[in-house]
């Protein structure tokens, strides 16, 4: 499995949302003051989760350079109303997609070359966690919610990673609700493996054992990072 970035939406502080795999992608918030880490985690999360306002700037954005392949993407949301653009690989009118919903339905847009493609992956459940995952490979598309696949016959049309923008679409339209726990690979996961996600919260474990362990690596990483700040900070106080 080759992971593209992992965000646990796990810090609990700051407007950065960290990026555990090897590539290092993190996100900004692009509220400068927005502050909504929160307790309410979704059903396996670890400390903290992100709660989204809605409103403008409430969101964390990345450009990063654009790609385009087999993927998967997976993510926990918990909608609360009014606006519901969670997440999107692209600003207008770049050749992109998003996942949102229109009160009713989760949905997946492509727009490749000016032409918008719909995909519905399953009814919203308002103040509800719910677990989206979306893989595609050559004409296929599969998404699961809460653990249960639908597959769709795509156009042929591609579906690229130009930024990585979580809590708003492709323009200002943004999200009110919780978010947890982003992964995205450039190959396709099994059922089984979308199953560990939506189980473990980790597509390589198979047990409860397995879990801990690695919440515990997480864990330990996001603590030698506070400490390597702290440690900066003191250095910087002292003109060392």
């Not at 653009?85 to 050749?95: A, C, H, I, M, R």
């Not at 490979?137 to 690229?160: M, P």
């Not at 099994?190 to 980790?202: A, H, T, V």
């Amino acid at each position: 499995m080759v992971l593209k970035a992992k965000y646990l939406l796990n810090n609990g502080t700051g407007i950065i949302a960290k990026d555990s795999s090897d590539n290092k992608i993190d996100l900004t918030n692009q509220c400068t003051t927005c502050d909504g880490w929160s307790v309410d985690v979704s059903n396996n999360g670890n400390n903290y989760s992100y709660k989204f306002t809605g409103t403008t700037d409430d969101y964390f954005y990345a450009d990063i350079s654009d790609w385009e392949s087999d993927f998967t993407l997976a993510l926990w949301v918990k909608y609360n109303g009014n606006t519901g653009y969670v997440f999107s690989t692209g600003d207008d009118p770049e050749d992109s997609f998003t996942i949102y919903n229109d009160g009713t339905d989760w949905i997946i847009d492509s727009i490749y070359n000016n032409v918008t493609h719909s995909y519905t992956i399953g009814t919203v459940q308002l103040d509800t966690w719910q677990h989206i995952a979306v893989t595609k490979t050559s004409s296929t598309l599969i998404t699961y919610l809460d653990n249960v696949a639908t597959t769709h016959t795509t156009s042929g049309e591609s579906f690229h990673f130009k930024k990585y923008i979580l809590g708003r679409g492709r323009t200002d339209s943004f999200f009110n609700g919780f978010a947890d726990s982003l992964w995205i690979y450039n190959e396709v996961l099994s059922s089984d493996q979308i199953g560990y996600l939506f189980n473990f919260n980790d597509p390589s474990a198979t047990s409860i054992e397995d879990m801990v362990l690695n919440i515990l690596q997480d864990e330990i990483v996001a603590f030698d990072e506070k400490i390597k700040s702290k440690l900066v900070t003191l250095l910087q106080d002292n003109n060392i």
